[in-house]
């Protein structure tokens, strides 16, 4: 089968597309015809050769992929060969075939492409994961989401729009993208690079209450503004550290205030675990989708022949949204 394959790790040169053989499915997975992946964060870190996926899982890059059921291995049921279907998969989504678990599988509402379905698993799910499941985001609450034009982020706002309609977003952005997320729904707009500690500006928004979540990619860099800028009960939810993995912690303002600081990742979770988190995603956001109060945001669609410039396009953080890569 066609596939984006590395031979050394490092920059977008070390890309290329050739063959590889194309995997079968064990007990309790399906065989999915790829049409369409995306393009994230962890995908440029394994590149890099800083993120090796899970044990048993391909070395092919790709978290997520949108196509067609192939074939089923032995023991699945209520699935058939030529179902439409979306899932997260542990490697593999750079490629025509990829396998997932079947308990991991959701299917493509009747009016959604391929290429709005490949953005949906790794960025929404990760994003409903970490602001409601464990960060426990209610209506009438208040959030700071940083990063405000990736993947995550975008989704995040998307989410909270829908099933918390009442609540009030924090943003932090980038200038250029800052108009553009104020669109998609946050409430109050924060520039990153004019204020990187968002402390004040927090409280004078909250009237001195603080918020009641952060979703933070960020990492050392913000956990001291993160911490002062919860309110009592107040729960920090970290999914990323690009900024750094070490920073000093107040931990009397953090036991006086009964914060929490809470360290989430997705890939590396029990097949168990992640059919249980999805069941959930399915449960209470899928049918925003199918009824579109939610529609994937999407900067552009590649082809697998331009995946290297799908990479370039998000190391250079010239997108809003989702990077599509278009296999079939």
């Known amino acids: 089968m066609k596939a984006v394959l590395i031979d050394a790790f490092g920059g977008v040169d070390v890309l290329r597309i050739g063959e590889a053989e194309k995997p079968a499915p064990a007990e309790g997975q399906v065989l999915v015809k790829v049409f369409a992946t995306s393009i994230n964060r962890p995908d440029l870190v394994q590149r890099e050769g800083k993120y090796p996926p899970p044990a048993g899982d391909s070395e092919i890059l790709g978290l997520e992929v949108a196509g067609v059921i192939e074939a089923l291995g032995a023991g699945v049921t209520g699935w ?18 990829a396998v997932a678990y079947a308990c991991h599988l959701m299917r493509i509402p009747e009016n959604m492409s391929f290429e709005e379905a490949a953005c949906v698993c790794e960025s929404y799910i990760t994003a409903f994961l970490n602001v409601f499941m464990i960060g426990d985001f209610k209506d009438s609450q208040t959030a700071i989401l940083h ?46 690079h004019e ?29 001291a503004p993160n911490m002062n800028s919860l309110g009592y009960k107040g729960r920090l939810v970290i999914i990323g550290v690009v900024s750094g993995i070490k920073a000093e912690l107040n931990l009397a303002l953090m036991m006086v205030k009964r914060q929490q600081i809470i360290g989430s990742v997705l890939r590396s979770r029990s097949v168990a675990e992640k059919g249980d988190i999805i069941a959930e995603f399915t449960r209470r956001a899928l049918p925003k989708f199918a009824d579109r109060s939610i529609v994937p945001i999407i900067e552009k669609v590649f082809t697998i022949d331009q995946v290297a410039d799908a990479h370039r396009m998000m190391e250079e953080d010239k997108h809003f949204g989702k990077i599509v890569l278009k296999i079939q």
Not at 80 to 97: D, I, N
């Open 80 to 97: 058939q060969v030529g179902e439409k279907v979306m899932t997260l998969v542990g490697g593999g989504g750079y490629a025509e075939f």
């Open 147 to 192: 990063g405000g034009g990736g993947g995550v982020n975008t989704a995040a706002i998307q989410l909270c729009r829908v099933l918390t309609p009442a609540c009030k977003l924090i943003v932090t952005a980038s200038p250029a993208k800052i108009e553009r997320v104020r669109e998609i729904g946050a409430d109050f707009l924060i520039n990153f």
């Open 195 to 223: 204020t990187p500690d968002f402390t004040e500006v927090v409280k004078e928004y909250t009237n001195k209450k603080g918020v009641d979540l952060i979703l933070d990619h960020v990492g050392a860099k913000y956990l």
